[in-house]
């Protein structure tokens, strides 16, 4: 499994992002999507999850105001940010869980930049 993070930038707050983590490999075996974000000097913290069917999970300080989803057509999952704050300024970064036998695998994207400021 591959993923190719992409689609941050900078932002004014208030303002939209949309993230774009593209799969490719055994897309068929992926259990979970996830979308994580690590600020500097911060760990890495789980802000939204898709495990299979159309569950999604959110961190509570991002409910309301992001979206992750899922196009099995182009093999993307997106986070789409709206109301975007200055503490949301983060690498993001994409996950995706495979359920082996006796463990768990994570695949991870590479990261892109997200920055809230004025």
């Known amino acids: 499994v591959q993923l190719q993070a992409s689609g941050g930038g900078l932002v004014q707050p208030g303002g939209s992002l949309r993230l774009s983590c593209a799969i490719s490999?055994?897309?068929?075996?992926?259990?979970?999507m996830r979308w994580y974000r690590q600020a500097p000097g911060n760990q890495r913290e789980l802000v939204a999850s898709?495990?299979?069917?159309?569950?999604?999970n959110y961190a509570d300080s991002v409910k309301g105001r992001f979206t992750i989803s899922r196009d099995n057509a182009k093999n993307t999952v997106y986070l789409q940010m709206n109301s975007l704050k200055p503490e949301d300024t983060a690498v993001y970064y994409c996950?995706?869980?495979?359920?082996?036998?006796?463990?768990?695998?994570?695949?991870w994207g590479q990261g892109t930049q997200v920055t809230v400021s004025s």
């Open positions: 996950n995706a869980v495979r359920l082996g036998a006796r463990e768990a695998y994570n695949y």
């Open positions: 490999g055994r897309i068929a075996s992926i259990n979970a």
């Open positions: 898709m495990p299979s069917g159309s569950t999604t």
